[in-house]
């Protein structure tokens, strides 16, 4: 299989969000930045098990700024071969994938690997939109793929269950927990991934139609109310009557 | 005009659709239009959507609808919604929204913003539309700059108003192109809310010590009509089910009732969680971070305060 594997940076769960002063922004200073879960975890390694067993190349794209190398050079050590880079200050999906489809579309990759959605905007809109541009068919939030010839046969999450679909080659797919298992990069992919090629491109003429202006913290919490444990219908009057739940 | 896509599942109309057709109307009236829906394939009285809001219903048929492809209800949907000069398209953000979201915004090369949650305001013809971001921790606001725009509602997050009457369905003529992707199976679990949709989520974590233990947490869903979920590591020991499992990795949802029990809270599991309405938690150790995000909060042994809470609840529900 020839995977092209898409990759975002998201800040980490534990990062304290902040904005700039203007609150138009997030305040990038206090942030550590890391490879989304979903593309790292199990849209990578499972297009990288895919190359173990068949052959085949596994190549990274990401569109951002040099900053972003680091990420991508994680990718690298643990396996992909190569990584492309699209020089850009992504501001909307739209304007990624265009890119992305840009680059693909003279590739002709069998699979293009995604993960469901980033940790920090939730969108999951960027994997549709590639297939779109390519005329391709998509299969979102996939938990399970296995390839017989150029036939997957992949498990789709959805609401309450999983549906199981067959697609032919090409196609875009998107990682859920459980097509893969993570991997730690070790000392000597870390090592090899000095060397690997990253190629860097420059982005194509794409607007942003779609852009976040303003970001305000969500309302304060209350302090919790702590209700006695031998008392559990005053907690159910307070589900009823203040909560209004029940 | 603005456009309202009705998920149906085996012809029947779910609540998410309800949720969706009262946010189309209500983003309508903000910016001076009609809503219409539009209906693929098969449904039960299309009809009835009018009495949310929606002033017509647009209805697809054709083979092929019967089966999810992203490709032919994009490409079904995007026509419809260019043969109607549709000024808005809304989705629900459900496991069908998400997969044609991407596609209609890059087929009608339109702004969209995915999981929103509040009614958009147009104020001097800039369009705006909010939705949670940063698993939870902000609310960013977004600016559309295209004449067409799309948007994913996210569930829960309007509440279904029925307040009009039935609106007149008309046959709409939108060639259904062929799919490539095959349907072979679809297992999901009868006879509950699934967890992306429940109202009342009664969910477990490692406090329990071993799926033995359920019975108490199963007995409480049952008497509240509530649906089952728990923590990463409760799935993960395939203590529970894969599909049970809520947070980052796992399911992201927002109930109007999350009762949380013998669960931690690491900042993995509110990123799912942290959008519910009302949070309960349940825990014998005060220092549980889960605390700090709950409005109600019990510091006792599990499996005295669960039994407890039932049979409280099984009295309220006698009463009510």
């Not at chain 1, 909307?92 to 992305?100: G, H, P, T, Y």
């Not at chain 1, 679909?165 to 196609?171: G, I, R």
């Not at chain 2, 725009?149 to 996210?154: A, D, E, G, N, P």
Request: aromatic residues 6%; charged residues 20%; hydrophobic residues 45%.
């Amino acid at each position: 299989m020839k995977s092209l594997v898409c990759v975002s940076k998201t800040p980490d769960t534990t990062s304290k969000i902040s904005f700039t002063n203007d609150q138009s922004a997030l305040d990038t200073g206090n942030i550590q930045f890391i490879m989304n879960p979903y593309d790292e975890w199990y849209a990578l390694v499972r297009a990288l098990e895919l190359q173990e067993a068949q052959g085949g190349s596994v190549t990274l794209i990401n569109v951002g700024p040099a900053a972003n190398d680091a990420i991508i050079r994680k990718g690298l050590a643990i396996g992909a071969e190569k990584a492309i880079r699209i020089e850009a200050d992504p501001q909307s999906a739209l304007f990624v994938a265009k890119q992305i489809a840009g680059h693909a579309k003279a590739e002709n990759y069998d699979i293009i690997f995604l993960g469901k959605e980033t940790i920090d905007y939730n969108g999951s809109e960027v994997g549709g939109m590639i297939a779109e541009l390519l005329d391709l068919p998509f299969i979102s939030y996939a938990s399970h793929l296995e390839m017989n010839g150029n036939t997957a046969t992949i498990h789709r999450d959805i609401e309450g269950g999983t549906e199981v679909v067959e697609v032919e080659t090409p196609f875009v797919v998107s990682a859920a927990k459980g097509l893969a298992e993570q991997r730690i990069p070790n000392m000597r992919g870390i090592m090899m991934a000095k060397s690997k090629p990253l190629q860097v491109i420059q982005q194509a003429e794409a607007g942003d139609l779609a852009v976040a202006v303003h970001f305000e913290a969500p309302p304060p919490k209350k302090a919790v109310t702590l209700v006695d444990p031998e008392n559990m219908e005053e907690l159910v009057r307070l589900l009823h009557e203040e909560a209004k739940v029940i | 005009m603005v456009l309202v896509f009705a998920e149906s599942q085996k012809g029947q109309f779910k609540k998410s659709a309800f949720e969706a057709v009262t946010y189309g109307a209500k983003t309508a009236h903000a910016i001076g239009t009609e809503c219409h829906v539009l209906v693929l394939g098969k449904a039960d009285d299309p009809s009835s959507l009018g009495t949310y809001g929606a002033k017509k219903i647009h209805q697809v048929e054709g083979a092929g609808l019967e089966e999810f492809d992203s490709q032919v209800f994009g490409t079904v949907i995007a026509a419809a919604a260019i043969k109607l000069s549709a000024e808005v398209v809304i989705l629900n953000h459900s496991a069908k929204g998400k997969a044609l979201i991407g596609r209609l915004a890059a087929r009608l090369d339109a702004g969209s913003v995915a999981g929103v949650n509040a009614v958009p305001t147009v104020e001097n013809g800039v369009f705006k539309v909010k939705k949670n971001v940063f698993s939870g921790k902000a609310i960013a606001t977004y600016q559309i700059k295209s004449d067409v725009k799309v948007l994913s509602l996210m569930g829960n997050a309007i509440r279904p108003e029925a307040s009009g009457s039935a609106a007149p369905v008309e046959k709409l003529d939108v060639a259904v192109p062929s799919g490539r992707v095959k349907v072979k199976s679809v297992n999901t679990v009868e006879g509950t809310v699934p967890l992306p949709e429940a109202e009342l989520v009664v969910s477990a974590g490692r406090g329990m010590k071993g799926p033995e233990n359920w019975g108490i947490i199963e007995e409480l869903a049952g008497v509240l009509g509530a649906t089952t979920a728990c923590s990463r590591p409760v799935a993960d020991s395939g203590w529970r089910p894969h599909h049970e499992h809520v947070g980052q990795t796992g399911i992201a949802i927002r109930p109007n009732l999350y009762i949380a029990i013998g669960i931690s809270g690491a900042i993995q599991h509110l990123a799912g969680v942290n959008s519910s309405k009302k949070i309960v938690v349940i825990n014998k150790d005060p220092e549980a971070p889960f605390f700090k995000a709950a409005d109600y909060g019990v510091v006792g042994d599990l499996f005295e305060v669960v039994p407890r809470l039932t049979e409280a609840l099984k009295a309220f529900k006698a009463n009510h």
